[in-house]
C-alpha cells in the first residue's frame, strides 16, 4: 500500500511539474509550485512511516516552513510586479 501511494504522489509530482513549467500565468505557476511543495511534504511523511524513521518527519516539518516562507515571498513579488505594471499604464 505505501508503494502504491508513492507512486501516485511521483504521478501527481509529474503533472504539478508540468504545469509549473507550462502554466500560461505567474499565478498558476505559484499555485503549481504550491501543490509540488504539499506533494514533496507528503512524500516525505509517507518516507519516514514507511522506514519508522522521525528524521524524514523532522526534515518535513522544516521543509514546510520555508516552503511557506518561499510561497510569501514569491507572492509579495508578484504581488509588487502587478502593481508596478498598474502604474505604468
Same mark, same amino acid.
Given at each position: ?16 511539474? !508540468? %504545469? ?5 500565468? *505567474?499565478?498558476?505557476?505559484? #499555485? &503549481? $509550485? ?6 514533496? =511534504?507528503?512524500?516525505?511523511? !509517507? %518516507? ?5 524513521? *522521525?528524521?524524514?518527519?523532522? #526534515? &518535513? $516539518?522544516?521543509y514546510d516552513i520555508?516552503?511557506? =516562507? ?11 510586479? *502587478? ?7
Amino acid at each position: 500500500m505505501l508503494d502504491a501511494m508513492q507512486w501516485f504522489l511521483l504521478a501527481c509530482a509529474i503533472g504539478a511539474l !508540468l %504545469r509549473l513549467l507550462a502554466g500560461p500565468s *505567474a499565478a498558476d505557476r505559484l #499555485v &503549481a $509550485l504550491n501543490v509540488l511543495s504539499g506533494i514533496v =511534504l507528503a512524500f516525505l511523511a !509517507l %518516507r519516514g512511516v514507511r522506514q519508522e524513521r *522521525a528524521i524524514y518527519l523532522d #526534515v &518535513a $516539518l522544516v521543509y514546510d516552513i520555508f516552503g511557506f =516562507l518561499g510561497l510569501l515571498a514569491i507572492a509579495r513579488f508578484l504581488k509588487d510586479k *502587478a502593481m508596478a505594471d498598474g502604474e505604468e499604464d
